[in-house]
């Protein structure tokens, strides 16, 4: 087994002091007030656990000491701490061994035996009286940070971005703390790398240290040998500083191609340094090649020569306070975004570098990653020491993600270009060598072949376009765009877009914001809401905006009176949007290649950009984009007076049998005519026809021409499989895929019955399932179930079929195997709420 550091979790201490009050920790007086800390964890998260005040502006203002007394494990021992925010000093047993200026980089101290009582005390100094030191101005300004001093300092700007979701500043020790042993036992700085060889096999590279002395002894007369895939090479070793440099390299003959989760599997190779009698694990890697097309504007990549729709969100830690600690709720996301098609996380620049068990669930789960350099907004100083902190600080993130087949790109910021050109510089004026050039030979150095992006957006000019490289899509959002306005930006890569402001689902708006009736007011509800600093309007307004000119009602009144109504129209509404715009992104022909949704997560709880709330339940818009995200989609698309193009489109590696229904519904919930035609759909390709096509003749399924009132109320598009499993041929209960599409547009008005039903069973396997049915086409239908999450909601159901949901059990109550669903189903084209009704076997 591979010696595993121990990790300085219990025992922590937190305590507050005047900025500059305290220089040593030999002025800490038997008066200062501590209170117990999480470790890795924050201020913010210590004073929450305690039940203290939370105030943001002293995090910043303040000396924040942090103390762990701990049992001595003998020795010699190194102390690494893997990140601490932000301007840190170190006490060991009242000697001062370390300084740190950095929160993206670990500092290391080599501290000899530690025997008998230890106390380890650190002190992160107050940001605030270093932000307010003169230093040389900026090229430009932001207002999307609150100092302009920040560009010195590398920290987090978390907390420190006015017009966000209000969460407290990074400060602390916000990853592990950790002693690992210098005897030999644990093995340090692993750097993994592999490479894809032509005639289809793999090769890995691997280099390691250990402490010299005890490696020697320990490893006795032979090298060692590096183990990967019942392949095997000698290890080579060399002498520097009194540590043991390892390295090898292993050639697989058959190396099995890795492939984001919608296009194919993600097999792993454990790779193992077997010395003496001991077998270290290194990690684990993957083989894939990567490339990136950027002909003609684009912004297309390629995993293993395949072209890849990259969709997906931008990442928020799951917990803001605690950004460095992982755990179930992070992998809870990425599975959520699994599960919603997604294959795409980017970490932004605005936030923090990711744990190394997301970047390993990433590759187990088969999403890639789009990593920022921890930089944005703001003008990096024109100095040669920052310079050299930064390509240092890349470099080591770096090495820690080679090797791992998820990181798909690396860009050098967030929107540098952008703000700089929106400033009003020229081309020529806001070059930055940093991102242009020093960080570019750092990625090509360390990650050979993973593409890199100086800025996002960039590639245009202005940087900002949207038909060049890469861009950040609001037009159907906060600029307040038509959904045609879609297909004329055409968008090339959006790495960002639809900063949407989208209610939780109820039980979380009960739970965690006081109900509905705060919703639009309450101050502590427009927190979690973003908005533009010096702006006077926030994403509700754009929301009302949306809600208005799609269900053709005045939002303010329909919130005066109505305030559940008023979130359930919200809710739909970012529904419509989200889905409008990856269904014209992704239908085959559009010149997009990608859109990463902001963001995958809340930072707080209520109506914030995440399509997960900060209780770890899925929003409306979760639910529509997972149908148009799928692997196998089905997508409807409204050319106007060319009729209703319907598309199918297979990410999977095996081609698709199947039958494609089309049929049209008239108001009464009369189905009017049906007909279907056989479809084969390659392996990583797609099929489309025409509506009228299907049905064989002409029929106005979009209402262009209204030559006569409107005769559909809706067009229903089936994927079926062509033969059911025993052979009686398709089953319309259990489509591939369905899309609805409403040709006189979502307002409607309520109707009192329905027919909606809903009834509960338990499977053989456990799970919980509901059925459900209507007698009249049932607009937005959403499942309530409490204790369970439902795999599907946010849909149209047809009049006459039936939609079978499973529920997953949320975390908290997954080991109540007794829990029986209860709740109701409703449709937003009807007050009622219906009950689940249980069938008991």
């Known amino acids: 087994m591979r010696g595993r550091p121990v990790r300085l979790e219990a025992g922590w201490e937190c305590a507050q002091g005047d900025a500059g009050a305290m220089a040593s920790v030999g002025m800490l007086t038997e008066h200062v007030d501590w209170f117990p800390a999480q470790v890795p964890g924050t201020v913010a998260s210590a004073l929450r656990a305690a039940g203290r005040p939370l105030h943001h502006e002293a995090l910043d203002e303040s000396d924040w000491w942090f103390r762990c007394r701990f049992k001595g ?71 999307l940070v609150e100092h302009q001093q920040l560009r010195w300092i590398r920290t987090s700007l978390l907390g420190r971005m006015p017009g966000w979701a209000e969460v407290p500043p990074v400060v602390g020790l916000w990853r592990p703390v950790e002693l690992i042993a210098l005897d030999g036992s644990s093995v340090t700085d692993v750097w993994l790398r592999t490479s894809c060889l032509p005639d289809g096999g793999g090769a890995v590279e691997a280099h390691f240290c250990l402490p010299r002395a005890a490696a020697a002894a320990r490893v006795g007369q032979g090298p060692g040998r590096l183990v990967v895939g019942g392949a095997t090479a000698p290890l080579e070793w060399r002498e520097s500083d009194g540590e043991l440099l390892c390295a090898g390299s292993v050639t697989l003959s058959d190396a099995e191609r890795w492939w984001p989760h919608t296009h194919g599997p993600q097999p792993r190779y454990q790779v193992v340094a077997e010395l003496g009698d001991r077998a270290c694990v290194l990690g684990s890697v993957g083989f894939r090649t990567l490339g990136l097309e950027r002909a003609d504007g684009g912004f297309e990549l390629q995993v293993n020569d395949v072209r890849i729709f990259c969709r997906g969100a931008v990442w928020f830690p799951p917990d803001p306070l605690s950004p460095g600690a992982a755990g179930r709720p992070e992998r809870h996301l990425l599975e959520l975004a699994k599960a919603a098609g997604m294959n795409m996380v980017r970490v932004p620049g605005t936030t923090v570098l990711p744990t190394p068990s997301f970047v390993e669930q990433c590759d187990e789960l088969g999403m890639l990653v789009w990593q920022d350099c921890m930089f944005a907004f703001m003008d990096p100083p024109d100095d040669e020491c920052f310079r050299a902190e930064m390509v240092a600080e890349t470099r080591e993130s770096l090495v820690a993600l080679d090797g791992h087949p998820s990181l798909a790109v690396v860009c050098g910021n967030q929107e540098v270009e952008e703000v700089a050109a929106m400033f009003g510089l020229p081309a020529e004026r806001r070059a930055t060598p940093l991102f242009d050039e020093l960080l570019a030979d750092v990625v090509a150095e360390v990650l050979p072949g993973i593409p890199y992006v100086a800025s996002n957006p960039s590639g245009g000019e202005p940087p900002f376009r949207m038909d060049q490289g890469v861009s950040q899509y609001f037009g159907v959002g906060g600029y307040l765009r038509p959904l045609d306005d879609v297909r004329r930006a055409s968008v090339r890569f959006a790495a960002e877009c639809l900063a949407l402001a989208t209610p939780p689902e109820p039980q979380t708006v009960e739970e965690l914001c006081g109900g509905a009736t705060r919703a639009g007011h309450d101050p502590e509800w427009k927190r979690a809401v973003h908005h533009d600093a010096g702006r006077s309007w926030d994403m509700e307004d754009v929301r009302s905006h949306y809600v208005g000119s799609l269900f053709g009602v005045d939002p303010f009144q329909v919130r005066y009176a109505d305030p559940e109504r008023a979130l359930e129209l919200g809710r739909a509404a970012n529904a419509v949007l989200m889905e409008a715009v990856f269904t014209e992104w992704r239908r085959p022909g559009s010149p997009c290649d990608g859109g990463l949704v902001l ?140 899309v609805v599409y409403l040709p006189l547009g979502q307002a409607r008005t309520f109707e009192r019955d329905l027919g909606l039903r809903a009834s509960a069973h338990q499977g053989s396997d456990g799970c919980w399932r509901v059925d459900v049915q209507s007698e009249r086409l049932a607009q937005w239908v959403s499942l309530r179930v409490e204790g369970f999450i439902p795999a599907d909601s946010w849909f149209h159901l047809p009049p006459g079929r039936r939609r079978t949901v499973e529920l997953w059990q949320e975390e908290g109550s997954a080991g109540d195997a007794m829990l029986v669903p209860r709740g109701t189903v409703q449709a937003l084209n009807s007050p009622d709420h219906v009950p689940i009704v249980v069938q008991r076997r």
């Open 599 to 738: 963001a995958l997560s809340d930072l707080r709880a209520g109506a914030g950009w995440g399509l997960v709330d900060s209780a770890g339940r899925p929003k409306a818009p979760w639910y529509a984009l997972r149908r148009v995200l799928a692997p196998l989609a089905l997508l409807a698309v409204d050319e106007g007076l060319n009729g209703l193009a319907l598309h199918v489109v297979n990410d999977g590696p095996q081609p698709v049998a199947a039958l494609l229904e089309v049929a049209l519904v008239a108001p009464g919930a009369v189905l009017v005519e049906r007909a279907d035609v056989a479809v084969d759909v390659a392996g990583r390709g797609s099929f489309s026809i025409g509506a009228e096509e299907v049905l064989g003749a002409w029929r106005d399924v979009t209402y262009a021409y209204r030559f006569a009132p409107p005769a559909y109320d809706a067009v229903v598009a089936t994927l079926l499989p062509r033969a059911g499993v025993d052979g009686t041929g398709p089953n319309a209960d259990t489509p591939l895929a369905q």
């Open 73 to 143: 494990p003998g020795g010699p021992y190194r102390v690494r701490f893997e990140g601490i925010a932000t301007l840190a000093d170190v006490w060991l047993n009242g000697e001062h061994v370390l300084t740190s200026s950095t929160m993206h980089r670990a500092a290391t101290v080599d501290v000899g035996d530690l025997l008998g009582d230890c106390e380890l005390v650190v002190r992160c100094a107050a940001l605030g009286p270093v932000l307010r030191d003169r230093r040389p101005r900026p090229r430009w300004k932001t207002y």
